[in-house]
């Protein structure tokens, strides 16, 4: 396949959607899961990538004009396929509105790939699914390290070394 070709995904009607961090702050990983229930994707990403996907989610929203659709939630409980062949590193997220479907779209590239042979997913949500998506997102992103007052970076156990004390405090200090 050449890499002009791209290639070939059908784009998944997701009927469930999780945010998850596996293990201790600090050390977590971090994965968007999504089903179809007939198929899974699994998303890994960053800290700083799920904040900004839920943040996105959140704005993107606000400025969509109606009000979302009412939709029943599906009867049976939500699966996952963890051992999925579709799962990669994100590189990329793109996000978007499908008005025709009144659906919000993720488009996510590999890592290993970004943009050589297209993306590697393309999900489509509703506006309830996203707003889940994004508070979900909000409380796995909280539930870690706690961030510095000056830089908002994560703080761990010991002393925090600020970019942004610049000299003028000590080089360290103790989480507040």
Same mark, same amino acid.
């Given at each position: 396949?050449?890499?002009?070709?791209?290639?070939?995904?059908?784009?998944?009607?997701?009927?469930?959607?999780?945010?998850?961090?596996? %293990?201790?702050?600090?050390?977590?990983?971090?994965?968007?899961?999504?089903?179809? %229930?007939?198929?899974?994707?699994?998303?890994?990403?960053?800290?700083?990538?799920?904040?900004?996907?839920?943040?996105?989610?959140?704005?993107?929203?606000?400025?969509?004009?109606?009000? $979302?659709?009412?939709?029943?939630?599906?009867?049976?409980?939500?699966?996952?396929?963890?051992?999925?062949?579709?799962?990669?590193?994100?590189?990329?997220?793109?996000?978007?509105?499908?008005?025709?479907?009144?659906?919000?779209?993720?488009?996510?590239?590999?890592?290993?790939?970004?943009?050589?042979?297209?993306?590697?997913?393309?999900?489509?949500?509703?506006?309830?699914?996203?707003?889940?998506?994004?508070?979900?997102?909000?409380?796995?992103?909280?539930?870690?390290? $706690?961030?510095?007052?000056?830089?908002?970076? $994560?703080?761990?156990?010991?002393?925090?070394?600020?970019?942004?004390?610049?000299?003028?405090?000590?080089?360290?200090?103790?989480?507040?």
């Amino acid at each position: 396949m050449s890499e002009s070709e791209g290639r070939e995904i059908s784009p998944i009607d997701v009927r469930w959607a999780n945010v998850e961090a596996l %293990g201790e702050p600090g050390q977590r990983r971090f994965r968007l899961l999504l089903s179809s %229930g007939d198929e899974t994707t699994v998303l890994w990403m960053e800290k700083l990538q799920v904040d900004a996907l839920g943040r996105a989610l959140e704005q993107l929203l606000d400025q969509l004009p109606g009000t $979302p659709e009412e939709t029943v939630a599906p009867d049976t409980e939500p699966r996952f396929d963890l051992g999925s062949d579709r799962q990669f590193r994100v590189g990329k997220l793109e996000i978007g509105y499908d008005e025709a479907r009144d659906r919000i779209v993720i488009i996510a590239y590999d890592l290993e790939e970004l943009e050589e042979f297209g993306p590697a997913a393309l999900c489509r949500l509703t506006r309830i699914q996203a707003a889940e998506i994004a508070d979900e997102a909000e409380r796995v992103v909280a539930a870690g390290r $706690p961030r510095c007052v000056m830089c908002g970076m $994560p703080m761990g156990p010991g002393p925090h070394a600020c970019a942004n004390q610049n000299g003028h405090l000590r080089s360290e200090y103790e989480q507040l």
